[in-house]
């Protein structure tokens, strides 16, 4: 099995959190547009779930 570089660990990195924020940005705009309760909510679990997986890879990436 191949190991992957520390350049492409990070690159990995900077595309998974760039991804990340631009899901949160479209999270964001579309709660503001939304009047809906029940809408809110399930925008408010996408975003929390979102930023766990990025506080979870850094926390990995930190020790590979």
Do not use: C, W
């Amino acid at each position: 099995m191949i190991q992957p570089s520390f350049k492409d660990i990070r690159a990995h990195s900077r595309q998974r959190q760039s991804l990340a924020s631009q899901i949160l940005q479209t999270v964001e705009n579309l709660s503001l547009r939304t009047h809906s309760d029940e809408d809110k909510y399930v925008l408010q679990y996408i975003a929390r779930y979102v930023k766990k997986g990025i506080n979870d890879s850094d926390q990995n990436t930190q020790y590979d």
